[in-house]
């Protein structure tokens, strides 16, 4: 096994029925609100807990405009929010929303070095596109106002990125659909010039909205060259020119339907839109349906107890033979929770030497031990193929295969094998 190392993550928040946690770990802030990384004890998945102190409007009307929109808008290229409460003493709103942990869109592209990279900001534009369609269509509609890459989170997994941060959207109109476009046109920019990504968006928000910045910049052809002036794509720049002013006024579902977003036979793109925004992908044949069928599931969860403590296995299928798992344990009567997250190699790692990292990291009985590697192995077996048509490998075959392939694969395993998490419940809760 690969080397372990271990952090610490303190709850310094739970709320009122206990389920979920927040942790001291910022994920980000912006004018009005905070947000930390968060844990939901029930579902046993990360959140994002965000926290918005009141406004004069707040404490009026005793609700958060934000939060409520928020919980109305179901679409998968937007943020969820999960649930929200008012914390009166402290004078802040709580608003818990799904988290994406590859973070905003504008580091994203930075850190991966993706600036221009047409095929990616096809699909990323797609998916933008679905979104404000929806929003702009639904049967309460309403503008976002604030389209930027700061404002896109990624689900670095799936390649799924999602609109959030509604702080200033306002219900629908025209004017207001026309301010979203011109803010995607912009957004588009931003992919494809670095320099809009590093500096620019403070600027092309006085820009897009008239005032903020000098006059000129309210110049419809003083517009444009600013924010394509980074832009050496001609395609990327026809079609963001195509949402600035002067052109003439379109909607997301027009935008959808541009040529630069045509799907190529050769894009392998994963792009999400929904089916009234004209849904691209292809019916799968009957084959690849029962095919699908015979494939292990993506997530499998198991809770178990054993004397005092409580216990929870998540498990994740990251690649054909690699299963990540996290084991989560809570001792009753004590606000003690230890988290260790590992991967199993099918063909390579055992159960009994995962077991025995567990067993030292949680310090359990023997008691304890059996009953968490009978759930283990249930949680692996669940992941082995269902076609009964694949020949089994023993386990003198799964050694020697094993032993073939370790070197190669430890080597992926050395970057994200084993961390563990303790978390412990500090005297002011």
Not at 51 to 70: D, G, M, N, V
Request: glycine share 6%.
């Amino acid at each position: 096994m690969a080397s372990s190392s271990s952090i610490e993550w303190r709850i310094v928040e739970r709320d009122e029925e206990r389920k979920l946690s927040r942790s001291n770990k910022p994920l980000g802030s912006g004018s009005f609100k905070k947000v930390y990384l968060g844990f939901d004890e029930v579902k046993g998945i990360e959140i994002a807990w965000g926290k918005i102190p009141f406004t004069r409007q707040i404490k009026k009307s005793k609700r958060c405009a934000e939060a409520e929109l928020s919980m109305s808008l179901e679409h998968e290229n937007i943020i969820k929010c999960y649930d929200h409460w008012l914390d009166k003493p402290n004078k802040v709103v709580n608003m818990i929303t799904e988290y994406c942990s590859s973070g905003d869109l504008r580091h994203y592209i930075l850190e991966h070095n993706l600036v221009a990279n047409t095929v990616m900001i096809k699909n990323w534009c797609r998916q933008i596109l679905s979104a404000l369609h929806y929003i702009h269509t639904r049967d309460q509609p309403v503008c976002h106002l604030d389209v930027k890459c700061a404002n896109i989170f990624v689900d670095g997994k799936t390649g799924t990125i999602k609109l959030g941060d509604f702080g200033i959207a306002k219900a629908y109109n025209q004017e207001l659909v026309i301010a979203d476009i011109k803010k995607f046109g912009a957004t588009v920019a931003e992919m494809a010039d670095r320099r809009l990504l590093l500096c620019g968006e403070v600027r092309l928000g006085g820009m897009v909205f008239g005032g903020g910045g000098p006059e000129f910049f309210s110049h419809p052809m003083a517009y444009n060259l600013s924010v394509l002036a980074g832009v050496k794509n001609k395609e990327i720049a026809r079609f963001s020119n195509k949402c600035l002013p002067p052109a003439p006024r379109t909607t997301a579902l027009e935008l959808l339907e541009d040529s630069f977003l045509a799907v190529d036979v050769t894009e392998t793109s994963a792009a999400s839109t929904s089916t009234a925004a004209g849904n691209l992908s292809l019916r799968k044949s009957v084959r690849d349906q029962v095919a699908e069928l015979l494939q292990p599931p993506a997530e499998v969860l198991k809770d178990f107890d054993s004397r005092n403590k409580k216990f929870r296995l998540q498990g994740k299928m990251s690649e054909d033979v690699l299963i990540s798992i996290t084991l989560r344990s809570i001792t009753d009567g004590n606000d003690s929770v230890r988290m260790m997250y590992f991967e199993f190699l099918l063909g390579v790692d055992t159960i009994p030497d995962i077991m025995a990292d567990i067993a030292v990291e949680f310090d359990l009985s023997a008691e304890v031990i059996a009953v968490v590697s009978e759930n283990l192995e249930q949680l692996i077996t669940e992941f082995q193929p269902h076609d009964s048509n694949t020949p089994s490998i023993s386990k003198e075959q799964q050694t020697q295969d094993g032993r073939s392939e370790d070197n190669r694969r430890r080597g992926i395993r050395k970057l994200k094998l084993l961390s563990f998490l303790c978390c412990t419940k500090p005297r002011s809760i």
